[in-house]
C-alpha cells in the first residue's frame, strides 16, 4: 500500500503566478488534511476534506486559497496570484476515519518557492 | 497563541547524552503525538499518548503526559548523530472532531558525535 503522494515535490512559481499542488491520499482513505509549515516554524492546520466536502476551512486565508478533493483523483490546494509570503512547505495527511487525529499519514510535502 | 508550545527552541548535546523537550498546551485533549522531521523533508510519527496515560516507550523514547500541567515530555536516551533533527509535538483540540492536529514551534536538536 502506497503511502501518500505529493507532487510535484518541489515548486518555483513567480509572483502573481498560480500554484497547484496535488495529494494523492493512501488507498482507501476518504479524508485529506493541508497543512503549511512557514520557514522555521511548525506545521499549521489549513484545511479539511472529505471526497467532495469542505468540512473544516477554518485555517486557510481569506483570499487566493482553494482546496478541493473530488470524487476522482487527488486533492488539490490552489494558490492564486502567489506573493513571496506563500513561499512554504505544504503537507498533506490522508486518513481512513472522519475527525480522526491519530490516524493520520503525512505525505513528504510540497516546496514552494516563489521568486 | 500556539496551542502547543515547545522548549527549549534549540538544543545541542553530545552523543550518548540524553535528550528532554517539552510541549505544553491549552485546551483538553484526547490525545498528544510527538513527530520529528529531518532537515528539508516531512513527518516522521514517533508515538501517540492517550490523555488517560501517563507515561509511555517505543525504543530510546519515552513520552510523558500530565493533563493537570496541559504539558508532555519527549525523552530520548543515549542519543545518537542521526537523532538530529527538529521535534514537534502536536495535539488535537479536544472537544472538537474535525481531527485537525495544533503543532508546536518545535525543538530543533542537534546530537554532536
Known amino acids: 500500500n502506497a503511502g501518500v503522494m505529493q507532487n510535484p515535490r518541489h515548486l518555483v512559481r513567480r509572483r502573481g503566478q498560480e500554484a497547484r499542488l496535488r495529494c494523492s491520499p493512501m488507498?482507501?482513505?476518504?479524508?485529506v488534511y493541508w497543512y503549511r509549515q512557514l520557514p522555521e516554524e511548525g506545521l499549521k492546520f489549513m484545511v479539511y476534506?472529505?471526497?467532495?466536502?469542505?468540512?473544516?476551512e477554518s485555517g486557510m486565508p481569506k483570499e487566493r486559497f482553494s482546496a478541493e478533493f473530488p470524487k476522482e483523483g487527488p486533492s488539490i490546494l490552489r494558490i492564486q496570484q502567489v506573493v513571496r509570503g506563500d513561499s512554504a512547505a505544504y503537507f498533506c495527511?490522508?486518513?481512513?476515519?472522519?475527525?480522526?487525529?491519530?490516524?493520520?499519514?503525512f505525505g513528504p510535502g510540497t516546496r514552494l518557492t516563489v521568486l | 497563541s500556539q496551542q502547543g508550545e515547545e522548549d527549549p527552541q534549540a538544543l545541542s548535546i553530545q552523543e550518548g547524552e540524553n535528550a528532554t523537550m517539552n510541549c505544553s498546551y491549552k485546551?483538553?485533549?484526547?490525545?498528544l503525538q510527538w513527530y520529528r522531521q529531518n532537515s528539508g523533508r516531512g513527518l516522521v510519527h514517533l508515538i501517540l499518548?492517550?490523555?488517560?496515560?501517563r507515561e509511555k516507550h517505543s525504543g530510546r523514547l519515552r513520552v510523558t503526559l500530565d493533563t493537570s500541567k496541559k504539558s508532555s515530555s519527549l525523552l530520548i536516551t543515549a542519543s545518537r548523530a542521526a537523532d538530529t533533527a527538529s521535534y514537534f509535538c502536536?495535539?488535537?483540540?479536544?472537544?472538537?472532531?474535525?481531527?485537525?492536529?495544533?503543532f508546536g514551534q518545535g525543538t530543533t536538536l542537534q546530537v554532536k558525535p
Open positions: 495527511a490522508s486518513s481512513p476515519l472522519a475527525g480522526s487525529t491519530d490516524t493520520q499519514y
Open positions: 488507498k482507501g482513505h476518504s479524508h
Open positions: 476534506l472529505q471526497k467532495e466536502n469542505i468540512i473544516d
Open positions: 485546551t483538553s485533549i484526547n490525545n
Open positions: 499518548i492517550r490523555s488517560n496515560e
Open positions: 502536536a495535539t488535537d483540540v479536544g472537544s472538537s472532531n474535525t481531527g485537525k492536529l495544533i
